[in-house]
């Protein structure tokens, strides 16, 4: 399958500003088609005692909605994000303190997931904090007819049978984290797996194309 | 596909065929033990850096400050508890500063530090698993340039990439300011500058020449330095 031709399987334009907050070590703004989000990660820094651990840093992950405060939703998402920075950083570099993300959603219209959990990577990243390997996060949708739709927009998504979020290392394209909803059988998971695969080599691309910049203004 | 010297490196790149001397290889941030033999795995973005016969290291972008055993810091007193002060050095935790680790001091007779003062020390030890702890002694039990810094001078606080820049022997910016302006100097490889000269107009002017500095290519620098001296 190719992933450039079909236009079903095109990924949206992914887009970013780093260091756009001062006060955050690493911060990003990410768009992935019209869904946006901020980023911010502070670390490693104090810590409270209750949460100290003495063999690694705590990580603790927010996630803020557009407005008010965080729903259980939103709590699903927090704790999917903090899974995956905690498998990705090496924390037992920073004992004792704890690295602290923060996800502000600007807009949301589809595959807000994917766009946090890039937007993190993003963020850790830009903050020099040491990590084991990159992740990058791509959603795929399967309509009734059976089609694929990579990295679908609400209105898609909302209609489709099934929705796939899949994060992968740079290393060895390993699974990091998968979180699927809808009803599909093997078959249609292997081949979403696959597919969001193939569209996470665009992103680690752009990590390191976006990165180089960065460090070539400033170092 | 290994990365080699010079390169634009991410984190889980690997570097393979690594140069030793005595089966030592020296490694600097940035960069851990892989699995296999002879390999070394990348942890922060940014450019990997060789330096003969067997020292690697990757230089990249770093915004908080990580202790390092033998960096001179400048930092502020936040807390006073009998003979011992607790000093904000911008880490994850506050610094520990005897007052006995001054040049004369004694337990009679301590130097007068109070909350808010500023002081130029040395990292003595910094452990990850402990509290970091400071010196304003060299090994003779001689102050140096360390000690306490006089409240006329001004504190900021600079890029942590800016400071390299800036200690750097090639570099010419303080150099050029030097010429122009009379004032003194106390940088930490903590981020933190404290700066003074005879007014405050100069302080201020310094500021924002360092300010500036920080946002422009080392270059862009060299370049206006030249075209001032």
């Known amino acids: 399958m190719n992933v450039i031709d079909d236009n079903n399987l ?210 | 596909m290994p990365a080699t010297v010079g390169d634009f490196v991410v984190p889980g790149d690997v570097i393979a065929d690594l140069n030793s001397l005595n089966g030592v290889t020296l490694t600097g941030p940035g960069l851990h033990s892989h699995e296999e033999h002879n390999c070394l795995l990348v942890t922060r973005a940014g450019t990997l850096c060789f330096k003969s016969p067997n020292i690697y290291w990757v230089e990249g972008l770093q915004k908080r400050y990580y202790p390092k055993k033998g960096d001179l810091v400048v930092g502020i007193v936040t807390k006073k ?51 970091s702890e400071l010196v304003c002694v060299d090994s003779y039990y001689k102050a140096g340039k360390l000690g306490p810094l006089s409240s006329d001078g001004f504190v900021m606080t600079i890029n942590l990439n800016f400071v390299n820049r800036l200690l750097d022997f090639n570099c010419p910016l303080l150099h050029t300011l030097g010429k122009k302006y009379v004032f003194e100097v106390a940088i930490g490889m903590n981020g933190k500058v404290w700066i003074n000269s005879h007014n405050v107009n100069d302080t201020l002017n310094l500021m924002i020449a360092l300010l500036a500095a920080e946002q422009e290519s080392i270059d862009n620098v060299t370049k206006v330095c030249r075209q001032l001296m």
């Open chain 2, 81 to 131: 508890a009998g003979n011992i002060m607790k000093v904000d050095i911008g880490s994850s935790e506050l610094a520990c500063l005897p007052l006995l680790a001054f040049e004369g001091a004694t337990k009679k007779q301590k130097p007068d530090l109070q909350v808010g003062d500023v002081v130029y020390a040395r990292l003595l030890s910094a452990h990850r698993e402990m509290e």
């Open chain 1, 10 to 219: 095109l990924m949206r334009k992914v887009n970013c500003k780093l260091d756009i907050l001062s006060r955050p070590d690493g911060s990003v703004l990410l768009s992935q088609g019209d869904t946006v989000v901020i980023a911010g990660v502070y670390g490693p820094i104090e810590v409270k005692t209750q949460k100290m651990l003495i063999n690694k840093a705590s990580v603790e992950t927010f996630y803020r909605p557009k407005s008010g405060t965080p729903g259980i939703g939103d709590r699903l998402y927090e704790s999917i994000i903090q899974n995956i920075c905690e498998t990705s950083l090496v924390s037992a570099l920073y004992p004792r303190s704890s690295i602290v993300v923060i996800i502000q959603e600007m807009q949301n219209y589809g595959g807000i997931i994917s766009c946090a959990v890039n937007a993190c990577c993003f963020a850790l990243l830009n903050s020099g904090i040491d990590m084991k390997f990159l992740v990058a996060s791509a959603s795929c949708a399967l309509d009734d007819k059976g089609v694929f739709h990579l990295d679908p927009d609400k209105l898609l998504s909302d209609k489709a049978k099934a929705n796939f979020v899949f994060v992968f290392d740079n290393i060895a394209k390993r699974i990091i984290a998968s979180h699927t909803s809808g009803s599909f059988n093997l078959a249609q998971y292997e081949e979403a797996l696959e597919l969001c695969k193939k569209a996470c080599d665009a992103i680690f691309d752009f990590y390191k194309t976006k990165m180089k910049n960065e460090i070539a203004n400033k170092v």
